[in-house]
Nanobody
Framework: QLQFVESGGGLVQPGGSLRLSCAAS????????IAWFRQAPGKEREAVSC????????RYTDSVKGRFTISRDNAKNTVYLQMNSLKPEDTGIYYC??????????????????WGQGTQVTVSS
């Protein structure tokens, strides 16, 4: 059974850092495109970052470029999202997702079949 489990969320002050983890089971990460999405209260879910199945190509939404980094550890079958210089507007529930999709569609939530349960990130003083 294919499953994602996110962790690492929490409350952090503006300017702080968090590292989110997404542990995958039931498949290996090198078979799927993996992405992080987030959803703020009252807003639609938006793409944050995605990584190709090879791990060699990544993409970020403009608002997080230079602050967030997606990575993975194949041995642990886990994807990470390192978030630095956090801002209040980064607040939301963060989800990881995976699918056998074309990488050029990786920032589109409709393309993904498998989703984690989400982890809450709150950036506030």
């Amino acid at each position: 059974q294919l499953q994602f489990v996110e962790s690492g969320g929490g409350l952090v002050q503006p300017g702080g850092s968090l590292r989110l983890s997404c542990a995958a089971s039931g498949f290996t990460l090198d078979t799927y495109v993996i992405a992080w999405f987030r959803q703020a209260p009252g807003k639609e879910r938006e793409a944050v970052s995605c990584m190709s199945s090879s791990g060699r190509t990544t993409r970020y939404t403009d608002s997080v470029k230079g602050r967030f980094t997606i990575s993975r550890d194949n041995a642990k079958n886990t994807v990470y999202l390192q978030m630095n210089s956090l801002k209040p507007e980064d607040t939301g529930i963060y989800y990881c997702a995976g699918g056998a999709i074309l990488f050029n569609l990786c920032m589109s939530s409709q393309m993904y079949t498998y989703w984690g349960q989400g982890t809450q990130v709150t950036v506030s003083s």
